[in-house]
């Protein structure tokens, strides 16, 4: 069967997750603002579950339509295909968002998608049990257009399942691996992150150099639909594994504070790549290590929740610092402090704009620091 699907996404990321979904086969890829829509069957969407890096979830589109009152937003739910999909003993709660439309109210919205469904898979009056597989519905209603979804994916696709343990102020894993991406490393050279907290940029780093599928460690809502071809999801399993790299790679991050080294080791036994990944207790303003080859990729704290904002303006200061004393090393820094480069005292080669969770934050590339000096 072939599925039109939805992979929605932090803001910024919609050429990553496109370029990723063509490499894994899937059809008609067409990126939009916040989402990538794409088609394939029962294999492409294990697979995109499985190994997608960079999406938050994998939806199964069911219908769209428009719908000015409740009415139309009943009638238009029910002529949907829902038998298709779900069974009378399926869980089908609803959730969603209305952006810039008449069908404003939440609640509303949510019980009129709920009935129509029930009447649809059951009959009017008929009594649906919910006792089976859970088939989570989810509405978007922008300018009054209405998009029926089910969820494949069940928890996000950024929890991978090795971070249980988390410092404070943890950076999402779609977006680590979005920033070990853009920095082009794959498995070559040296890598750092100086700033590691729980280890997610350089665990993400590790997982890109070994070709390892995010999504081997858990699992899916799909996966527990009453669908032909459930083994599809082993062998999408099992052709993962078949394609990681192996290899010796030179992953490191460091941290001043050692509860986040505890953590960050923790979390790295847990994705597999303990043994090519070595956390340790360091200043990042007291880095000195020249290389021929080297990528620094970090999150330092932006005086948004950690350190107040002079105190993270001092740090980044030091940082520059000692960054623009050794060689070899590009640098990747993820800010939401506009007067970064005045800061650090070096114009970014390149700048990209991204989001870590609602704040908005920019990727400055500092490229040059890659020629020896």
């Known amino acids: 069967m072939e599925f039109q699907m939805c992979a929605p996404c932090l803001f910024g990321l919609e050429g990553l997750v496109g370029n990723e979904l063509r490499h894994l086969k899937l059809n008609n890829v067409n990126p939009e603002t916040g989402r990538v829509r794409f088609t394939g069957?029962?294999?492409?969407?294990?697979?995109?579950?499985?190994?997608?890096?960079?999406?938050?979830?994998?939806?199964?589109?069911?219908?769209?339509?428009?719908?000015?009152?409740?009415?139309?937003?009943?009638?238009?739910t029910y002529d949907l295909p829902w038998e298709a999909y779900i069974p009378p003993d399926g869980q089908f709660p609803v959730k969603g968002f209305s952006l810039d439309s008449q069908l404003h109210s939440i609640p509303d919205c949510q019980k009129i998608i709920k009935k129509a469904i029930a009447v649809s898979l059951g009959g009017r009056g008929s009594h649906l049990p919910e006792n089976g597989a859970l088939y989570q519905v989810q509405f978007a209603i922008r300018k009054d257009v209405v998009t029926l979804y089910l969820d494949t994916s069940g928890v996000g696709l950024h929890k991978r399942g090795y971070r249980p343990a988390q410092v404070a102020a943890p950076l999402r894993e779609t977006l680590a691996a979005a920033?070990?991406?853009?920095?082009?490393?794959?498995?070559?050279?040296?890598?750092?992150?100086?700033?590691?907290?729980?280890?997610?940029?350089?665990?993400?780093?590790?997982?890109?150099?070994?070709?390892?599928?995010p999504g081997l460690l858990r699992k899916f809502a799909a996966e527990e639909w009453n669908r032909p071809g459930h083994e599809i999801w082993t062998e999408e399993r099992k052709a993962a594994r078949e394609r990681e790299f192996h290899g010796e790679y030179h992953i490191e991050g460091t941290d001043i504070d050692p509860k986040a080294i505890e953590i960050a080791k923790a979390n790295s036994v847990r994705a597999g790549v303990a043994d090519i990944t070595k956390f340790r207790i360091a200043d990042a303003r007291s880095f000195?290590?020249?290389?021929?080859?080297?990528?620094?990729?970090?999150?330092?704290?932006?005086?948004?929740?950690?350190?107040?904002?002079?105190?993270?303006?001092?740090?980044?200061?030091?940082?520059?610092?000692?960054?623009?004393?050794?060689?070899g090393w590009s640098l990747y820094l993820l800010s939401s402090n506009p007067e970064i480069e005045r800061i650090i005292n070096k114009k970014a080669d390149k700048k990209r704009?991204?989001?870590?969770?609602?704040?908005?934050?920019?990727?400055?590339?500092?490229?040059?620091?890659a020629k020896n000096k």
């Not at 697979?47 to 890096?53: F, G, H, K, L, Y």
């Not at 994998?58 to 428009?66: M, Q, S």
């Not at 932006?302 to 610092?321: M, N, Q, S, T």
């Open 41 to 76: 069957d029962e294999a492409g969407l294990a697979r995109a579950n499985i190994c997608s890096r960079f999406a938050e979830r994998i939806l199964i589109e069911i219908g769209e339509f428009r719908a000015e009152s409740f009415e139309e937003l009943f009638e238009g």
């Open 288 to 327: 000195s290590e020249n290389t021929e080859r080297g990528v620094i990729v970090t999150n330092p704290p932006y005086g948004e929740r950690l350190l107040d904002r002079k105190k993270a303006e001092e740090l980044c200061g030091e940082l520059g610092k000692a960054y623009a004393a050794v060689t």
């Open 179 to 213: 920033m070990v991406d853009l920095a082009r490393y794959r498995g070559r050279g040296e890598f750092r992150d100086p700033f590691c907290g729980s280890g997610t940029i350089a665990i993400e780093a590790a997982l890109a150099a070994r070709n390892r599928a």
């Open 353 to 369: 704009r991204l989001y870590n969770g609602t704040i908005p934050c920019e990727l400055y590339m500092f490229t040059g620091y």
